[in-house]
């Protein structure tokens, strides 16, 4: 078979560089596979995964066969100089020393030399592979056998430290978020059995131990669970679950022996989709990487043909001109030259962004959008769900003196339990169990205005003050001046009082504006609920920017407004109602993502926890990654413009050259995985 190169979106090749090599053996590491110097060397490279087929020998030792190359190369380099300089040997001359020095190169070069053919076999001429291969076998040319081993061993050591710097990167984040158990206990006959994760059938009762990761997605048969849901949202804090609430996979139980019926297969669970996200996050690339791409393909011939410019063009105008010293000059140019700092730190600082996001709970379904959120002006949000709770409460219940607090309320409870709106289940989470000895004759709900049934031989209404107003029931307050909900209440013809219900703002929310607002950035509150309730919530939180009443074509021209003024604007919101929105937004963040699969395939952004404190984190992320990103390219280019000025002037040698090229790389990897340390 012949080989497939890889192109992404722009039609950048993605296989035979040396960023590719590097991802594909820190892979090779993850999965305890043997690392091969090249990705390239194989007729099916688009087939390598996990079950490619592949008579893969499993080896335990790979990080130290990484560095064996090196120790040997570095052994025979400095056995070599110690004879050259130290303990000269009569028989250390002539062709044994060139032997003994090729023989030092060979285990560090042969992998590199090989890669450059390949590369230029299958198209990709200008590679980092060819830029090495030219200055060490130009040094070794011009007689300069020891630099020449040298240049080729550092570059050796900081791939290695390159592949290990990605291979932790990688495990990091998929440590934090596989955290499926390979085994649980399933109960089939009353009989408890061990069973692997991936074999057990939706339907089937998981038994979870006090300490326990549940394994896959289910429903909590017992009455009550807490768990650690840390692995999914990044919060430690415990989470009570009651019996018949969703339980997913990873979730830790804290408490005693509970039971799970399984309802999601183990690969369609959400931690293996959002393991999955992450994991092809890296795809989606930033125009700062998509740009470096592009520039190392143009970069890296101009600076073959000015390497060559260096040693041939002194002829005409040097009168002393000597060969050797130029050629040299031309060599150390392009070792100075060799993109590695760029190609391999960039990807690595915005994997690592996405790693220390999903930690935290959040995550960026590219790198592109990591940037584009550090940048953002505006953060648009919708009210319910996002800065409230979603879940309407009683607020308040004001009743008329004469009337019997208990028996009134447990008259409307009842009552109540006749409809499926949220009002009903707010008054009955607020009141408690329905009082059975309530009889109600003539149950009939009137559409727009609420319930009325007969009770004891009288009238009970609850529902809106139209209700009472058809019934001719007179009361003595000004709906208007209410902000809440309203429901009113009258027995026996008698108005009785009334009950508000609300959607509760969540707790964080009051914090997160605060952040938004010291962070510069302008917020505004879209909602289609009643204008009185919206201000009310924005008033409290201290949004200047809110409107209520708005469908859906309502959001799209006012976040249409905001970009009329050629500004940024991050939509927050449910992900799907909104899709609209969402689609017009430059990042769509969703909150809700444990509560909806269609939520994290639509949005750009997913929260998982429903906490709103998470978009100021979000923000912070992806400004913190793009200033490390910025951070390796200004000093990658600093340093390397300053000592090839230097090493075309005559003023630099090979061994600054290496710290230009493999030192900056260095550099810039431990800059780069500096992130994924930072809390945010």
Not at 437 to 444: D, G, M
């Amino acid at each position: 078979m012949k080989h497939i190169h890889n192109y992404d979106a722009q039609g950048k090749q993605l296989c035979c560089t040396e960023e590719e090599k590097i991802n594909y053996q820190a892979d090779a590491l993850i999965k305890n596979k043997p690392v091969k110097d090249t990705c390239c060397a194989t007729d099916d490279h688009d087939q390598h995964t996990d079950d490619d087929g592949h008579d893969h020998a499993v080896s335990s030792d790979n990080n130290v066969k990484l560095f064996l190359p090196a120790a040997v190369s570095f052994i025979a380099l400095l056995t070599a100089l110690i004879l050259d300089n130290y303990f000269p040997q009569t028989w250390f001359t002539g062709w044994v020393r060139i032997a003994w020095y090729v023989a030092a190169y060979l285990p560090v070069g042969l992998p590199v030399l090989k890669e450059a053919v390949e590369s230029i076999t299958k198209g990709e001429v200008f590679s980092e592979f060819l830029l090495m291969s030219i200055a060490t076998i130009g040094a070794f040319a011009i007689g300069e056998y020891p630099e020449g081993v040298a240049v080729m061993l550092f570059y050796s050591v900081g791939e290695v430290f390159q592949t290990l710097a990605v291979k932790r990167a990688k495990t990091n984040i998929k440590t934090l978020l596989d955290q499926r158990p390979d085994e649980v206990t399933v109960l089939r006959n009353n009989q408890a059995m061990t069973l692997k994760a991936e074999i057990v059938s939706i339907g089937d009762i998981i038994q979870l131990k006090a300490g326990e990761k549940l394994g896959l997605d289910g429903e909590l048969l017992s009455e009550t669970a807490s768990f650690n849901t840390a692995a999914l949202t990044g919060e430690s804090k415990p989470d009570t679950k009651t019996k018949g609430d969703s339980v997913l996979a990873g979730m830790i139980n804290l408490n005693a022996v509970s039971q799970v019926k399984v309802t999601t297969a183990y690969t369609d669970s959400k931690l293996s989709r959002i393991l999955e996200l992450v994991q092809n996050a890296a795809a989606q690339k930033a125009p700062t990487e998509l740009f470096i791409r592009k520039f190392a393909k143009i970069y890296t011939p101009i600076v073959v043909a000015l390497a060559v410019a260096i040693c041939v063009v002194p002829y005409v105008f040097v009168e002393t001109y000597v060969f050797s010293e130029w050629l040299y000059r031309a060599l150390i140019f392009l070792v100075i030259s060799c993109p590695c700092a760029l190609v391999i730190s960039i990807p690595l600082g915005y994997f690592g962004g996405i790693g220390a996001a999903s930690r935290n709970g959040i995550l960026f379904k590219g790198s592109n959008f990591l940037d584009t959120i550090s940048t953002i002006q505006n953060v648009v949000m919708d009210k319910t769900g996002t800065m409230t709770e979603g879940v309407f409460k009683v607020q308040e219940v004001n009743l008329k003196p004469e009337v019997n607090r208990d028996e009134i309320l447990k008259l409307v409870n009842a009552l109540e339990s006749q409809s499926t709106h949220p009002v009903a289940t707010a008054i009955h989470q607020y009141v408690g169990d329905i009082d059975s000895s309530i009889t109600l004759n003539n149950v009939e709900e009137i559409s727009g205005h609420g319930l009325k049934a007969d009770v004891n031989g009288k009238a009970l209404l609850v529902g809106n003050f139209r209700l009472l107003d058809k019934y001719a029931v007179a009361y003595d307050i000004d709906p208007a001046t209410i902000v809440y909900t309203v429901i009113a209440i009258a027995y026996d013809h008698k108005f009785a009082g009334y009950i508000t219900i609300a959607d509760s703002i969540k707790e964080d929310a009051q914090l997160t504006i605060d952040t938004l607002k010291k962070l510069g950035i302008n917020i505004t509150m879209l909602s289609g609920d009643k204008s009185s309730v919206v201000q009310f919530v924005a008033q409290k939180l201290g949004i200047t920017n809110a409107f209520g009443d708005l469908l859906p074509e309502d959001k799209v021209n006012k976040v249409k407004e905001i970009k009329a003024r050629n500004e940024t604007v991050a939509f927050v919101g449910d992900g799907v109602n909104d899709a609209p929105v969402v689609a017009l937004s430059d990042v769509g963040i969703a909150m809700g993502g444990l509560g909806s699969d269609a939520t994290i395939e639509t949005a750009d952004v997913v929260i998982q926890d429903d906490k709103p404190g998470k978009i100021p984190t979000a923000i912070a992320i992806g400004k913190q990654t793009k200033r490390i990103v910025w951070q390796n390219i200004s000093l990658a280019f600093g340093v390397k413009a300053i000592v090839l000025i230097l090493g075309a002037g005559g003023l630099a040698t090979m061994w600054e050259a290496v710290f230009a090229d493999v030192g900056v790389a260095l550099l810039a990897i431990l800059n780069a995985v500096r992130i994924q340390r930072m809390k945010f």
